[in-house]
């Protein structure tokens, strides 16, 4: 399979809630969660359990965990390519449906302007 390209999404007001999101975590956890965005770019949709989950609405979850914390990063496809739609988040039991309504809602914003909506990886120094 063809290593799938990451887009990390973007705020209308230009900031990018997953790398804000990252730059909060301790080393160690940006470190696990590099390591599943690594993955997805490497497997793409043959990403699964326990890495990767399919939630609802077209969106996924890549998984991770530190401790006794889960880590979850929301994502969907476009096309080939992955996009990283929402902030990182933490659980305990499911993921809320309001994280899941933040990245459809995203999802929806970057179809209508990818170029807009639209940050690289690279360049962020985590």
Same mark, same amino acid.
């Given at each position: 399979? $063809?290593?799938?390209? @990451?887009? @990390?999404?973007?705020?209308?007001?230009?900031?990018?809630?997953?790398?804000?999101?990252?730059?909060?975590?301790? !080393?160690?956890?940006?470190?696990? /969660?590099?390591?599943?965005? +690594? !993955? *997805?770019?490497? =497997?793409? %949709? !043959?990403?699964? =359990? $326990?890495?990767?989950? @399919?939630?609802?609405?077209? @969106? %996924?979850?890549?998984?991770?965990?530190?401790?006794?914390? +889960?880590?979850?990063?929301? %994502?969907?496809?476009?096309?080939? +390519?992955?996009?990283?739609?929402?902030?990182? /988040?933490?659980?305990?039991?499911?993921? $809320?449906?309001?994280?899941?309504?933040?990245?459809?809602? +995203? *999802?929806?914003?970057?179809?209508?302007? $990818?170029?807009?909506?639209?940050?690289?990886?690279?360049?962020?120094?985590?």
């Amino acid at each position: 399979m $063809p290593r799938t390209d @990451i887009t @990390i999404y973007k705020d209308d007001d230009g900031t990018v809630p997953l790398v804000d999101w990252l730059r909060q975590q301790s !080393e160690k956890v940006r470190i696990k /969660c590099f390591t599943v965005i +690594n !993955e *997805l770019q490497g =497997r793409g %949709y !043959e990403l699964r =359990r $326990p890495t990767a989950d @399919i939630l609802d609405r077209g @969106i %996924y979850e890549l998984r991770t965990r530190y401790g006794t914390v +889960n880590y979850r990063i929301l %994502y969907a496809f476009h096309g080939q +390519n992955a996009v990283l739609l929402s902030h990182g /988040c933490t659980k305990k039991g499911k993921v $809320p449906d309001k994280e899941i309504d933040k990245a459809v809602e +995203n *999802l929806e914003k970057f179809r209508q302007a $990818p170029i807009a909506h639209s940050s690289d990886i690279e360049g962020f120094g985590l």
